[in-house]
């Protein structure tokens, strides 16, 4: 990873100057079980929301997650999580969320996404993703065959 470190409370979401790199798009609803008592969307709700579009960026890719622990053994866990929260999501609004591959190492990913409303951003976020062993989560590469669709489908920076 370059720049600052994930931890970082200022390390920047983009570098500018930089080109956008592919992204996936998967969007999501708002419902009451998302939101507090007011109908703006609880702080927890955004990484369900997160969850569920890297899960599906994967099976976009032609690699549900289920199917790699069978198949291959391996699973993804999350490594670090920086989020910045810009605006609220309220009840019934429609979001979208991206996720863009920033870096792919041997055992890890490193991913920007972003939860918008239209065109409003209202949460991005740095996530990395590293890949583990199944059976005793210990580090272990990446699947050759996803590295090299990720290639393929232009989703690596």
């Known amino acids: 990873m370059t720049g600052a470190p994930m931890n970082s409370p200022t390390m920047p979401l983009s570098k500018a100057g930089a080109a956008p790199p592919a992204s996936f798009i998967f969007p999501i609803r708002v419902y009451w079980e998302d939101t507090d008592a007011g109908g703006v969307v609880y702080h927890a709700s ?75 951003p209202l949460l991005e976020a740095e996530v990395k993703v590293a890949c583990v062993a199944a059976a005793d989560f210990r580090p272990c590469a990446v699947p050759r065959a996803l590295a090299a669709r990720m290639n393929e489908s232009g989703a690596s920076a």
């Open 46 to 120: 955004y990484l369900r929301f997160l969850e569920r579009a890297r899960t599906e960026w994967l099976r976009s890719l032609g690699f549900a997650q289920e199917a790699m622990r069978d198949r291959e053994g391996v699973v993804f866990v999350v490594r670090a999580m920086r989020l910045e929260f810009l605006r609220p999501a309220r009840l019934d609004d429609e979001l979208a969320v991206d996720v863009a591959l920033l870096e792919a190492r041997r055992a890890s990913l490193l991913l920007r996404q972003t939860i918008r409303r239209g065109e409003t």
